[in-house]
């Protein structure tokens, strides 16, 4: 989940046509997730294909990201590599929170309170093998580039960015600012009306741009204090201490700048601190990766989709879109190359 820094910032909201012309590194598992989550049957069951195999992903990442590219927008997806030790704790309470969200989703059903069985369905999505693996030949074969992370998708985004490779990291977490992307954005691929869990409610869900400078020079802090802000209040590699959140820590850096100074003065410990801060300012990232996309391998996307069940016109349909807007584009920026010359 990341920490939420939601309660500080004041994201600039943005139509999806502001990115048109731009590259966009995607934290691959957090838009996954999104998918299996929303991408539901109304009893919560996941999207399944006739062998029971899941498919929300499939149907996300098809439809969803032929949009953006439709839009003007090439993506990159960056898959998590080998987790760091000290997530351990995090990745174990999730598969507890998952296993008691399955046992009451069940329960839900029997009980025929569909609404409380899709809400708690939505929390029970993991990632397999199968999906993992289904999620990456799709992508290849539509031509979208692929770049494995050593350690976590958004150290390895913000790197890119920070590096200039692409224009933005795009994820749901805010953890990719304490990693040092420039520029974050969020709900790039879930945008719409949507329904706030555990909560008969919905709420727009519009795409938001964060400006990481800005955004530091209106908390009035640098990004090693937002490093050190964040583990007081707990990130995916420690807990944090209990009572400090987003307001208090931003006040406890203000007042003493760093941790060093702000553990003796509140009396509290927190192991490993060091390395942890290390995971973000100095988080391991690759090189060497490729950011231009490839020809749609329509052969491959119409085989790998048929045989999950999706419509094979539809699929034609949607690529046709993707392709179609992808040559206006090369034509737009020949004829804004042939103009320069006069």
């Not at 989940?1 to 999806?16: C, F, W």
């Not at 420690?238 to 007042?255: E, F, M, T």
Request: aromatic share 6%; net charge negative; with cysteine.
């Amino acid at each position: 989940m990341g920490v939420n820094l939601s309660g500080l910032t004041e994201p600039r909201i943005i139509e999806l046509s502001e990115l048109s012309g731009k590259t966009v590194a995607i934290d691959a598992y957090n838009m996954i997730y999104q998918f299996l989550s929303i991408i539901r049957q109304p009893d919560g069951s996941p999207l399944c294909d006739s062998q029971g195999r899941v498919s929300s992903h499939l149907s996300g990442i098809l439809y969803r990201t032929s949009n953006l590219v439709s839009q003007g927008i090439e993506p990159v997806f960056v898959f998590d590599g080998k987790p760091n030790a000290l997530k351990k704790a995090t990745l174990d309470e999730r598969k507890e929170r998952r296993e008691k969200a399955t046992a009451e989703w069940e329960e839900a059903r029997e009980a025929g309170d569909m609404k409380k069985a899709f809400s708690k369905a939505q929390q029970t999505s993991r990632m397999t093998p199968e999906i993992r693996q289904s999620s990456k030949d799709l992508i290849r074969a539509m031509g979208l580039p692929i770049v494995d992370a050593p350690s976590d998708g958004e150290a390895q985004a913000a790197y890119m960015c920070s590096a200039g490779s692409v224009y933005a990291a795009a994820s749901q977490d805010f953890d990719s600012l304490l990693f040092g992307a420039p520029t974050l954005v969020r709900n790039m691929t879930i945008t719409g009306r949507r329904k706030i869990p555990g909560k008969d409610m919905y709420k727009d869900v519009k795409t938001e741009l964060i400006d990481s400078k800005e955004f530091l020079e209106t908390l009035g802090i640098t990004r090693e204090q937002l490093v050190d802000m964040c583990i007081l209040m707990g990130t995916d590699f420690n807990p944090g201490i209990s009572g400090i959140g987003p307001k208090k820590g931003l006040k406890l850096v203000k007042d003493n700048g760093d941790l060093e100074h702000i553990l003796p003065k509140i009396g509290k410990e927190i192991p490993h601190y060091e390395d942890i801060r290390e995971i973000f300012l100095g988080g391991e990232h690759a090189d060497g990766y490729q950011t231009k996309p490839e020809p749609v391998d329509r052969e491959a996307v119409l085989e790998l989709m048929t045989s999950y069940d999706f419509s094979e016109n539809r699929i034609n349909s949607t690529l046709d879109k993707m392709e179609n807007a992808r040559s206006e584009q090369n034509a737009r920026r020949k004829q804004r190359s042939l103009d320069s010359w006069f």
